[in-house]
């Protein structure tokens, strides 16, 4: 078995970063991940879209105006994987693509009417989970839980994300918001 490799003062690991409590923590991720998303995939099933569909509409609602440049930086995935779903959320008008008053060779997406909703329905059934869970824990619980995230996301991604918890846009050019 794996030993963990952070001990306190006695040079012991504390129980919950021992083999056991990190294999509980990532069993309670799995867990925590399926149920999280399970009522969004089927509202999404109705909508013949899927998880991929989701996290465009979900970062386009979240940062209006925002370029494929900057929400392939924040999903991570390749321009073909993005065309795809992108193109299938813009043909059902969900999203709406307008070419950047500056840079003609940008397209800026928003949220229509239909995409806005779609996504208001999608991130309250998530809060909802999210505020109950809350509940049950306290202000210092709900920050222990927050680092604990912000410290599974990668090092390099950490500026970006932290940036994303408060309204805004990301940058094209340095992943922070503007």
Do not use: W
């Not at 149920?35 to 569909?53: I, S, Y």
């Not at 991130?123 to 989970?129: A, D």
């Amino acid at each position: 078995m794996r030993k963990s490799s952070l001990r306190t003062d006695a040079g012991e690991s504390p129980d919950h970063q021992d083999d056991a409590g990190l294999r509980q923590a990532i069993e309670l991720l799995f867990f925590a991940y399926r149920d999280f998303t399970g009522e969004a995939d089927a509202l999404l099933a109705d909508t013949g879209f899927g998880r991929a569909h989701h996290r465009v509409v979900y970062f386009v609602g979240a940062n209006p105006g925002i370029t494929v440049t900057e929400l392939l930086k924040i999903l991570k995935i390749t321009k073909q994987s993005l065309s795809r779903v992108l193109g299938q959320l813009i043909e059902e008008d969900f999203i709406d693509q307008r070419t950047d008053e500056i840079d003609r060779r940008r397209r800026r997406m928003y949220l229509t009417i239909k995409g806005a909703e779609l996504e208001r329905r999608l991130t309250e059934r998530q809060s909802l989970r999210i505020e109950k869970a809350y509940q049950g824990v306290g202000p210092a619980g709900v920050e222990g839980f927050r680092a604990v995230l912000r410290g599974i996301i990668n090092k390099e991604d950490r500026g970006t994300v932290c940036a994303s918890e408060k309204p805004g846009r990301f940058s094209e050019n340095d992943g922070k918001k503007t």
